[in-house]
């Protein structure tokens, strides 16, 4: 029986937002490591292991994966937080890690086996003009993508309009561009207006509203995308609004793909309980791991929903590899978000996953299957880069005030 012995953080990547747990156990080489990222918050994350998670695990059962995460999960009495969530979900990772190295076996075998041969992805395309974003999406098409998400550039990309071309206030405080709306609401749907009219119907496309519009918007764009046939529309609505999932499925069968915001199990229960949605998309370290994400695949496989848990590009081959194994053994997998890497940061981490074709491949080692190379980790680092203090866009409106997310 492995006790654990110690339990460290391990910050890598260029600007250090990718946080590695690492749980070593009095057997002689048994350990596991976990994702415990925050793009925003690695500080906060570390400190909550090192301080108050990673002491009161000193001396437990490692394999009591259920148990821990049970007590931590109210030990510091408010819970479903995103920095504790992020922390419980690295160690949760590193468990199971240790758990199937114990087994030899791969954590997929673990979670009841697999039921696919390999993870289809989706990709991100992305242009300035629909011209360049059909061939972007035909480019991946090509590699063999099952699915490309389909953007006008970047957060809320055919929304914006210059702002000396918009009805501002003689002191606007914004300068160069603003986001409105009714332009989005013209550009998308032409948007796959085009690429529809270029590629045909048989490509699986999807799109990443970002959570942009009102939410009389997102009723709105949901209906007059239905003629384009998406996968799925994507944070179409904030997750302070999701009430209104109620009012588009009134209206449209556009699929609906919501979640990566979400840390709280009422966010995303009603969503699947009610089948307002057609994709759950959160972030495996970010709900804890990879124990509440097996109890939501399977949650979603009673009620008719799919997963695509997100693996936006600030995540970690970690995480990535979590939901590989998640994807591998859960009937309810519907795509899985790709992500990829620089070649130092795949040196970085040894066993790491394959994409090759538009699809994820894990291995069959034992445990996750991948493992940190903290001396190369460290020198990924880059000081002023590590200081430097990290924000979520802030995106505004002709009048000033700020978009959501
Ligand atoms: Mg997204």
Not at 70 to 95: E, H, K, P, V
Request: glycine content about 10%.
């Amino acid at each position: 029986m492995a006790k654990i012995t110690a339990v460290k953080c391990i910050r890598t990547r260029v600007n250090g937002t990718w946080g590695i747990v690492k749980i070593l156990t009095d057997q002689p080489g048994l350990y596991g490591i976990g994702s415990a990222s925050d793009h925003y918050h690695q500080d906060a994350v570390i400190q909550a292991i090192e301080t108050m998670i990673g002491p009161r695990l000193i001396g437990r059962d490692a394999d009591r994966i259920e148990d821990i995460w049970q007590s931590f999960y109210t030990s510091g009495y408010w819970r479903n937080g995103a920095i504790t969530n992020t922390a419980l979900g690295g160690i949760d990772m590193a468990l199971w890690d240790i758990k199937g190295k114990e087994a030899g076996m791969p954590v997929y075998q673990l979670l009841g086996g697999a039921c696919r041969s390999a993870v289809p992805c989706y990709a991100h395309a992305g242009g300035s003009t629909p011209e360049a974003l059909a061939e972007a999406v035909q480019a991946y098409l090509d590699e063999g993508y099952p699915v490309v998400r389909c953007q006008l550039g970047g957060y809320g990309g055919g929304g914006f309009l210059p702002s000396n071309k918009t009805s501002r206030p003689e002191n606007a405080w914004q300068s160069d561009k603003v986001f409105d709306d009714e332009a989005y609401l013209d550009a998308i749907p032409a948007m796959f207006e085009y690429l529809r009219s270029t590629l045909g119907f048989g490509p699986k496309l999807t799109h990443d509203v970002h959570e942009h519009l009102r939410p009389q918007s997102a009723v709105a764009l949901s209906k007059r995308l239905e003629p384009y046939r998406l996968f799925f529309l994507e944070d179409v609505l904030p997750p302070e609004q999701i009430q209104w999932y109620r009012l588009i499925r009134e209206q449209c069968t556009t699929p609906q793909a919501m979640g990566e915001l979400f840390i709280n199990p009422h966010e995303w229960m009603p969503l699947i309980t009610e089948r307002l949605i057609d994709y759950i998309r959160v972030r495996v370290s970010k709900v804890g791991g990879i124990s509440p994400c097996r109890k939501i695949a399977a949650l979603c496989e009673t009620f008719g929903i799919n997963t695509a848990w997100q693996e936006g590009g600030d995540n970690d081959p970690v995480n990535q590899m979590a939901a590989v194994h998640l994807d591998m053994a859960s009937w309810s997998f519907g795509i899985q978000e790709e992500n990829h890497f620089r070649q130092d940061e795949y040196d970085t981490f040894p066993g790491h996953a394959i994409l090759k074709g538009g699809h994820i491949y894990p291995n069959d080692s034992p445990g996750l299957g991948i493992d940190i190379d903290e001396a190369l980790a460290e020198q990924l680092l880059v000081e002023h880069e590590v200081k430097t203090p990290r924000y979520a866009a802030e995106d505004r409106r002709a009048d000033g005030s700020v978009v959501r997310p």
